[in-house]
C-alpha cells in the first residue's frame, strides 16, 4: 500500500547543503485520490444484482449491427427503435446519436445518478413495450444493467 509518488520522487539530488529536495509526500501523483471499497460500480440501488445480467442482459450488437438497426427503423416489417442514450444528463447534452431514419435524437432518461433509470423504465414501459430498443453508454455497464432492467 505505498503512496503513488512523482517519478522523481526521492531521485533529486542534494548539491546545496542548504537545499532540501521536496518530500516525497509533495510528489504525489494523485494527492486527492481516496479509494472505497462498494457494493456495485453502477448503483442501481440493489435492483440488478451482478450474478443476474448474464442471465438477463439484451443482445450486444457490433457496431456495423447497431448502424443497420437503426437504419431499418419502421420500415416495412421491421419495428420502430427507441434508441437511448443510458449516460449521465451531462454526457447526454455533450453529444448524442440521431435516428437516421427519424432524425429524433437519442432519448435522455435525464439521469444525474443511475439508480434513478429505474424510474425512467417505470414511466416510459407502455411507450418502449413494442419497439425495439437500442441503447448505448461510454463503458458497457450501464448498458449491462439497464437492459435487464428495461426487460423486467
Known sequence: NQPLLHPKAGKMKNDNQNSHAPSSSSLLLFPDLKVSIVKEIVST???VNVHDI????????????????????GQG??????LIDVRNTFEHNIGHFVDPTTGEKAIDPEMTTFSSFDKFCQDHAEQLKDKKVLMYCTGGIRCE????MLKR
Not at 448474464?54 to 427503423?73: D, Q
Not at 416489417?77 to 427507441?82: G, N, S, V, W, Y
Open 45 to 47: 440501488g440493489g435492483i
Open 54 to 73: 448474464p442471465k438477463e442482459t439484451g443482445r450486444h450488437l457490433t457496431p456495423e449491427e447497431f448502424h443497420h438497426m437503426l437504419s431499418l427503423s
Open 77 to 82: 416489417d421491421h419495428p420502430e427503435i427507441a
Open 145 to 148: 444493467k439497464a437492459s435487464v
